[in-house]
């Protein structure tokens, strides 16, 4: 149980163009799901936490407008990298947190490789 | 403010060794949960251990033990007879109690030879 699946598990696209990313919460509701950012060799970071049906709250630094996520369902979360460059390039991981255990349980999905050209 | 510090960036080591790596913590609450996490060169993040403030017991769980020192602030892994596949790098994670953040260690990149 408690699997999280990334979707795409890597994507390259043109510079200026929008990517977007799924996390899905396979066999539990995610009440809330986390994204990170993790450049080469470093650690990651976290972007932003989204609750189900609730606008994401974004860590400092991170450009809400530019990262867009969506959190429609309990079992659904997208993220959205509009308008990307070559600095976007990352590794962009989610996680999810089973609504039905303690908080401090969060399950990774293996990732989504994000190049931007 | 919360801190986790992994001094070690890198560590090689021969099949068979043992070796720790090490993890140091700030955080001013009193309940917080501390975790390690193992990412393999495929990039999914491993999930190994979770340790709340108030368990210092020491765990071992097969060839992996982890040591809490509240009073150090540290909580160190150790890999007895490591092998091949134990390569990886390993992430230190905190969380204080009342939020889901994680705030992740720089990570150590642990290279197994054989």
Not at chain 1, 33 to 48: E, G, I, T
Not at chain 1, 70 to 78: E, K, Y
Request: charged share 20%; with cysteine; glycine share 6%.
């Amino acid at each position: 149980g408690a699997v999280v699946s990334q979707h795409p598990s890597w994507v390259i696209c043109k510079s200026g163009t929008s990517v977007k990313i799924e996390c899905r919460s396979l066999d539990f509701q995610a009440t809330t799901m986390f994204w990170y950012r993790q450049f080469p060799k470093q650690s990651l970071m976290l972007m932003a936490t989204s609750n189900e049906g609730s606008k994401a709250t974004y860590e400092q630094g991170v450009e809400k407008d530019k990262f867009l996520i969506n959190h429609a369902s309990l079992t659904l979360s997208t993220l959205t990298v509009t308008s990307a460059h070559p600095e976007d390039s990352s590794f962009y991981i989610c996680s999810a947190r089973d609504g039905d255990k303690g908080y401090n349980e969060q399950f990774f999905g293996p990732g989504t490789r994000l190049t931007v050209l | 403010a919360q801190k986790v510090t992994q001094a070690q960036t890198e560590i090689s080591v021969v099949e068979k060794e043992d070796v720790t790596l090490d993890c140091v913590y700030e955080t001013r609450d009193t309940t917080y949960y501390l975790f390690w996490y193992k990412q393999p060169p495929s990039g999914e993040l491993v999930f190994l251990i979770r340790r709340n403030s108030f368990d210092e017991q020491n765990e071992i769980s097969g060839r992996y033990s982890w040591n809490f020192q509240k009073s150090t602030s540290s909580f160190n892994f150790t890999i007895t007879a490591s092998q091949v596949v134990d390569s990886a790098v390993y992430f230190c994670a905190l969380s204080e109690a009342g939020t889901d953040k994680l705030i992740f260690g720089t990570g150590t990149r642990l290279q197994v030879f054989p």
